[in-house]
């Protein structure tokens, strides 16, 4: 994928976000996240038409399934806990376990050893995700919902882990078709 293709993805994806969000906040999560899921499948779906050659093998395709429970797990319990808890608490630990749960997976379960510098930055992440949690106390009769948002927070960010370390194991021939079976089984979910 190119730097622009690249630059093109991560701003899609973050408005998309960021947009899905205030949607949750107005209404239904669950209903925001398979509005999302089905988007991302009608994306994919044509980017498939257009640029795919190469068919997914086996193997990528049961990793795209195992892709897409982690996606539906993740977007459901997000946009759920944007609802019910506050953005400042969900979105970080969210991206605090979607982002070690995949290197803790990587360690373990394939002798994977991260360098000095990626260790440095995950034990960054726990001060401040504190920090951004913590920056603006609930008022009285909120803790409930803080620590509803912070259970679905944990919950997306666990399902977002899954879903990066199974696309971590997805070859670059028949990506976006993969990536449509992914879609698909986030909308079973």
Known sequence: MSSTMALAAAVLFGLSHFLNGVLAKRGSGLRVAVYSQLGGAAFFAAAALC???????????????????GAGIGVCALYEGVRRGGVSVVIPLSGLFSVSLPMLGAVLLLGERPGHVTLLALAGLLPAIWLLTSAGRPGPGTGSTTARGAALGVVAGAGFGLQLHAL????????????????AASLLV
Not at 175 to 180: C, E, F, N, V
Request: glycine content about 18%; overall charge negative.
């Open 51 to 69: 640029t795919d050659t190469a068919r997914p093998s086996g193997p990528e395709l049961a990793w795209a399934t195992v892709s897409g429970v």
């Open 168 to 183: 971590a194991h997805i070859g670059p021939g028949g990506t976006a078709a993969a990536l449509l079976v992914g879609q």
